[in-house]
Structures are given as structure tokens and as C-alpha cells.
């Protein structure tokens, strides 16, 4: 008999209620994030994910419902580990890039002459060696978020909650950032990632929690969330229309293959061993799973449909 | 771990004298006072140290040494000043005819030549002689002091003399409907003066601080630097932090301009005549100073950090800023009525309306129209506002920090500060 360790997530919400006036901003959310794991946060804008994420750093206070991090009430203790990139990106500009990092680096209990160094390696990880001298105000916006974001990881944390990361970043800085990210994810650190670029959280993350109207409608390693959406459309690579083959309604020409949709109750493999029966030769057979921007927009549009009927 | 509210203190502090603004304004009261100084003194140098005052003074500053001839006969056929020598720490030198003085001023061995003439007991005329270009003299009150004391100290007792040279000191007292008496205090100028003018610069101080903090709550603000703060700290810690920080900028700030104001009071006092007697403020006095500042500054740097967090921009908390910063200022209109009446029913309400009791306060302790009874009470209902200012801004920073973009309601804003 083999026992599994149990892990202790690195943050845990539990039905958590926030309404601002009459409003509810977000409605029962539950979810966790274990170590080393990457989660994209998705949702469309006023879906309650910077409330959610407010909640989960307590810098709001949840009207219900609980928030533990690192398997406890969230603690001076335990914000000393966490680190937080806002979607709406701001430091002294007056100041200079190091003073900058040293204040926000102190106040999460650092040291200042071990942050000074770990200052140091990230300058030359994120290649920021040369501007580490200037004010915030003379930097570029990319070159201010590349700061900020070292200002965020600077102190080391295990759980990090990247709001929209890589906008206003050119292609060059978006791979510095990424690279940055999955190594933090090799170091353990779990990650909360909101973006509103799905091939990012695709590129990205092992799962995804979709948020609408303030509540979650989707949460699932990413796998198995596209396995679900992926419906009755096959990709077949071949020489001949499978038009007309048993169990295909439609089909049509896409690329060097066919996008073919199933009928209702037929499987895929009998539909590859009707298509060999009438002597295709089958380079490419696979099932199409659509892209998380489709899932995305056939949720958040199922949702918006049902909102508005029942608001009629 | 350290403190985090002393770290935003520490931040906040080194921030805050790192402006240049901030040095130009501190260095501003030295320099200033330093430039009247000198302005002062040249022009007394000019105008002749020497004129008869009405009053006492000290010496001319640095004047150790003057010379004097005395070709002027009493009725007796005796010159006139042979003695008395010393006044007030100037040494008179006599010297036999003006080609020896004018010798020892040439070779800088006194400061200035006075020759009595003959006929001095008829005309009273003197005639000074100084370099050229030079403001050296001997101050007015020890040249006076050495005329009398040679002319009739042999004449009258040692007290008639001093009531000559200077002949009252007026004190009052009051008489009540009951008949009672009152004794006021001596109204001691320098107390006053210190009173006074660092009561306007702790105004002025403490404006700029709590401006300070204003400034720096609606920039984090602006640029969203906000939310990275509170995923550190709580806004309590962030609130505290900033008034400390800024209260240590301040008094910095205070404190150099009541050093400057201080040496620059009892500087003056021995340049020129002043038309009341200057000393160093007593320790009350700094201790009251001391006192007003501290919760003067606490209340209304806690009120503008409410502004800061209600508002959404620099511009519409500085706006809105102006109501603070009137009352804290209007004791200015009524500066009359509380130097005439400092134990008058005015004064006394404005000491007990915490907005207006730093500025009032220490113009009353430094007219003598208040004890210190009076003052601790008035200190102690400014305590107690401003404990209750702190509690419901404290409300407002958990409310409002990230608030961006639009201002809350009035009654939202009440709301909150009733219920938390």
C-alpha cells in the first residue's frame, strides 16, 4: 500500500463573497494553488479577478468566506513571501531604480544588503544592468515594468500573483519575463498569472480558472479543460474527402487535411476505420481541441447569453 | 522583523529632505535671517551706532576697545572722564590729543575716536572718529552709560544713577469686579518674539509637512504604487509611518528655522537698540513650541491625509486643502486682539478649537496671557481631536486607498468614518 504525502496548497480560498454597495463583485470563489504550480486566472473585465486577487493578497477584506496561505490565516509573516505585480504598474518615478527595489524589498522583511544582491543577480537576469542607476522616470514603460517586476520577485517569494505581466513589453522582454517565470516555477514558487492573452496562460500554465460575474466557471488543468471543449471536430491529414464517410456530417478543406465534424453518437474510431475501409491513406488523425481563446469565448458568451435572458 | 511603520517613517524622512524644495525652504530662515543681520548692521553702522536711545541695549557686538579724547573741563577746571572706563564690556582708552588716537585707529588699536570738546558741558556735541568705510563705535547705551556715570556718579548714589541712566520699568496690575488683583506677568519681548515667530513657522512648518504628505499620498496614488504598498503592509502601518516620517521631516525643519530664529533674536538684541529687553527663550517656552508642534502637526497632517485619500488627484486634494489651512492660519487676523486681550474670551476659545490652539496657544504663552495649566489644557483637547482624527482616517485609508478615479460621496464618506 503506498500513502501520499498530503500538500499543504500554497494558497486556499474558500467561498469567498465580496459585494461593494449593492454589487456583488465576487460570488462564492473557491479555489488553491500548489506549489510549483502555474495557474492562469482568466476571465473577462469586471469578472471580479483583481477583487479575487485583492482578496487572496488581503488588501481586501472578504465580506464571506476564508483565505489561508501557506496553510494559515494570511500573517505579516506570510506576506513577507508573497509577491504581487498589479495590472496597473507604478514606483516612485522620482527615485532611482535601487532605492526603489530596497524600500519595497524592507518591507517585505528583507535585508538591506542581502537584497542589494539579490538586486544584483536579477539585474543581470533580466538584463537591467545598465539602467539600475536611473530614475524611474527616465526609463522606458518596458524597462519600468522589467523593474517592477524584479521588485516583485526580489525578496523571493513561494506564491507571486502576476496581473497582466507582459503588456506594453516588447517580444525580447516577453521572453526575459517568461523565462524568468518558469524558472521561478522550477523553484517551486506557485504562481497566479491573470492575463487576458490566452496564448500566454497556454504557453504558460498547467491550469486555468475562469472567472464571470464574479464567480468561477471553469477550473481544470488546462488538458482537460480542452479535452471537454473539444466536441465531435477531428483533423484528418489524407488523400480523400471524408465526405460522405459513415458517422461525418461535414467536412471541408483545411490546410494540407480536413476539418471534419461527427455526428451525434458516432466515435472518432469509426470514423478512422470507415475511412480505411474505402482506402484512404491517413497521414495525420487527430482530435481537435480548440484553442483556450475559443473555450473562452464560448463560456464567457454562454454566460453573457444566459445573464441577459435572465435579466428578460 | 523591523517595524514596517518605521521603515515607511524612515522612507518617508529621507524622501522628504531628499527634495530639493524641501532644502531650499529649510536653508531659506538661516539664510534670511543671516542677510537681515548683516543688512541690519550696516545700517546701523551707517545710521551711527551712537545715537542716544530710549532704552537698554547690549554693546555693539565685537566693539571691545574705543578710544576717546577728553579736552573738556568741568567747573572745576578737572577734564570730565577720568574714570569709568568700563561699560558693558567696552573699555574706553584715553589718549592725550587726536593725532594720538587717530594714530591708534590708524594702527587698528581701537575700533573708534571720540573727542570731547571743551565746550562739551554747553553743546553736549562729540564728534566720533572711524576709518573710513568702517562701522566701528561704541553701542549707544555704553557710551551714554560712560558720559553719566563720569558726569554725576559723584554727585548721586549708585541707585540714582541707575534710575538716570535708566528711569522705569513699568509692571501691571489688574484690578477685578471683585477686587481682586492680578499681578501680570513681565512681558518679557524676547519671549514673545520667540513666541510669535516660531509659532509662525511652526505653521508654516507644519503646512508644509502635512502638504508633504498630501503630495506623496495622491502620487502613490496616481501611479498605483498603492496597491504593491498594501500587499506589504496595512494601511494603519502606512498611515502612521507617513506621519512620522514627514512629522521628523518637519521637525527638522522646525527646529533649524528655531535655531536660526533664536540666534538671530539674540544677535539682533546686540547690534541695535531693541524697544524690549531679548534673552533666550525659556525651556517652557521650547517645551510648548515643542508640544503645539507635535500635535499640531499629528492634526492636520492626519487631515490632509484624509484629503489625500478621498480624493483622486493632487490637484482636487489641494483644492479641498484650503479649508484645513484657514482656521490653522486665522489666529493671523485676530493678531491684534490677542496680543492686547491674550487672556480674553477670544483667545481662550481659539485655544480650545484644536484647528486654531497651535498658533494661539503660543502667542498667548509668549504675551504671558496664559500659565501653564491653561496650555495643558488646551494641549490636551488637541490630544484628544487628534486621537480621534487619527482613529477615523485610519477608517478612511481602509476604505479609500485604492479607490482610483473617482471621489466618494459626502455621505459615503460619512458613513464609513461612523461605521468603520
Not at chain 1, 477583487?51 to 500573517?75: C, H, K, N, W, Y
Not at chain 2, 503646512?207 to 502620487?219: F, I
Request: aromatic share 8%.
Amino acid at each position: 500500500m503506498t500513502a501520499t504525502a498530503a500538500i499543504t496548497p500554497t494558497v486556499r480560498a474558500d467561498s469567498l463573497w465580496k459585494r461593494f454597495g449593492g454589487h456583488v463583485a465576487v460570488r462564492d470563489v473557491s479555489l488553491s494553488l500548489d506549489p510549483g504550480e502555474v495557474v492562469g486566472l482568466v476571465g473577462p473585465n469586471g469578472a471580479g479577478k483583481t477583487t479575487t486577487i485583492r482578496m487572496l493578497l488581503d488588501i481586501l477584506r472578504p465580506d464571506e468566506g476564508a483565505v489561508s496561505v501557506f496553510g494559515a490565516p494570511i500573517s505579516p509573516q506570510a506576506q513577507s513571501r508573497i509577491g504581487y505585480l498589479p495590472e496597473e504598474r507604478g514606483l516612485y518615478r522620482s527615485l532611482r531604480v535601487i532605492p526603489n527595489m530596497l524600500y519595497l524589498a524592507e518591507l517585505k522583511g528583507m535585508q538591506r544588503e542581502h537584497a542589494l544582491r539579490r538586486a544584483d543577480e536579477l539585474f543581470t537576469l533580466l538584463g537591467l544592468e545598465p539602467h539600475r542607476g536611473k530614475k524611474i522616470s527616465e526609463l522606458s514603460r518596458g524597462l519600468g515594468q522589467l523593474v517592477q517586476f524584479a521588485a516583485t520577485i526580489l525578496h523571493e517569494p513561494a506564491f507571486i500573483v502576476l496581473d497582466e505581466p507582459f503588456s506594453g513589453l516588447d517580444p525580447v522582454n516577453v521572453r526575459v519575463m517568461k523565462n524568468a517565470v518558469s524558472r521561478l516555477r522550477r523553484e517551486g514558487a506557485a504562481i497566479m498569472f491573470s492575463t487576458h492573452q490566452m496564448t500566454d496562460v497556454e504557453e504558460l500554465c498547467d491550469r486555468v480558472i475562469m472567472i464571470d460575474g464574479g464567480a468561477v466557471v471553469l477550473d481544470g488543468p488546462l488538458v482537460d479543460i480542452k479535452r471537454r471543449f473539444a466536441g465531435n471536430d477531428l483533423f484528418v491529414a489524407t488523400d480523400l474527402d471524408p465526405q460522405g464517410t459513415d458517422g461525418v456530417t461535414a467536412s471541408r478543406r483545411d490546410g494540407a487535411g480536413y476539418a471534419v465534424r461527427l455526428a451525434e453518437g458516432s466515435a472518432p474510431e469509426d470514423v478512422l476505420r470507415s475511412l480505411l475501409e474505402r482506402g484512404a491513406k491517413i497521414d495525420r488523425f487527430e482530435l481537435a481541441t480548440p484553442s483556450l481563446e475559443e473555450i473562452f469565448l464560448r463560456v464567457v458568451g454562454r454566460e453573457q447569453a444566459e445573464a441577459e435572458r435572465d435579466e428578460e | 522583523m523591523r517595524s514596517k511603520t518605521w521603515l515607511v517613517a524612515r522612507h518617508e524622512f529621507a524622501v522628504t529632505i531628499g527634495r530639493l524644495g524641501f532644502r531650499i525652504f529649510a536653508a531659506a530662515v538661516p539664510v534670511l535671517a543671516l542677510l537681515a543681520l548683516i543688512g541690519i548692521g550696516v545700517f546701523d553702522a551707517v545710521r551711527g551706532g551712537d545715537e542716544p536711545s530710549s532704552s537698554g541695549g547690549e554693546p555693539t557686538a565685537g566693539v571691545a576697545r574705543v578710544g576717546y579724547v577728553d579736552l573738556s573741563a568741568g567747573e572745576d577746571g578737572q577734564p570730565l572722564f577720568m574714570s569709568f572706563r568700563e561699560q558693558d564690556g567696552v573699555v574706553f582708552v584715553p589718549y592725550a590729543d587726536e593725532a594720538a588716537g587717530s594714530a591708534a585707529l590708524q594702527a587698528e588699536e581701537i575700533d573708534a575716536l571720540y573727542v570731547f570738546p571743551f565746550d562739551f558741558l554747553e553743546t553736549g556735541s562729540v564728534v566720533r572718529v572711524r576709518m573710513e568705510d568702517s562701522g566701528g563705535g561704541a553701542g549707544a547705551d555704553a557710551l551714554r552709560r560712560f558720559v553719566l556715570s563720569n558726569l554725576i556718579a559723584e554727585e548721586v548714589s549708585e541707585q540714582q544713577l541707575q534710575r538716570v541712566i535708566r528711569p522705569y520699568s513699568v509692571s501691571t496690575v489688574e484690578l477685578s469686579e471683585s477686587g481682586a488683583t492680578v499681578e501680570e506677568d513681565g512681558f518679557d519681548g524676547g519671549e514673545f518674539l520667540f513666541s510669535f515667530g516660531a509659532g509662525m513657522l511652526l505653521l508654516v512648518s507644519v503646512l508644509t509637512a502635512a502638504g508633504y504628505l498630501l503630495q506623496g499620498l495622491s502620487e502613490e496614488k496616481e501611479n498605483r504604487i498603492m496597491e504593491v504598498l498594501l500587499s506589504s503592509l496595512k494601511p494603519e502601518q502606512l498611515m502612521f509611518g507617513k506621519l512620522l516620517g514627514l512629522g521628523g521631516a518637519g521637525l527638522l525643519q522646525m527646529a533649524v528655522w528655531t535655531a536660526a530664529l533664536v540666534a538671530f533674536l539674540l544677535a539682533l538684541g546686540r547690534i541695535v537698540d531693541l524697544p524690549v529687553e531679548l534673552s533666550a527663550p525659556s525651556v517652557e517656552t521650547l517645551g510648548v513650541a515643542l508640544a503645539y508642534f507635535l500635535l499640531g502637526y499629528a492634526l492636520l497632517g492626519t487631515v490632509q491625509a484624509a484629503l489625500g485619500v478621498v480624493t483622486t488627484n493632487q490637484k482636487e486634494a489641494n483644492n479641498i486643502a484650503v479649508f484645513v489651512v484657514l482656521p490653522a492660519v486665522s489666529p493671523m487676523w485676530f493678531l491684534a486682539v490677542l496680543i492686547e486681550h491674550p487672556d480674553g474670551v477670544l483667545a481662550r476659545v481659539l485655544s480650545y478649537v484644536p484647528f486654531t490652539a497651535p498658533l494661539t496657544g503660543l502667542i498667548r504663552f509668549g504675551t504671558g496671557g496664559t500659565g501653564l495649566g491653561e496650555v495643558a489644557l488646551s494641549l490636551g483637547v488637541l490630544a484628544v481631536f487628534t486621537a480621534l482624527a487619527v482613529l477615523l482616517t485610519a477608517r478612511l485609508f481602509r476604505a479609500y486607498l485604492l479607490v482610483y478615479g473617482q471621489r466618494p460621496g459626502v455621505r459615503h464618506i460619512l458613513r464609513t468614518l461612523w461605521s468603520g
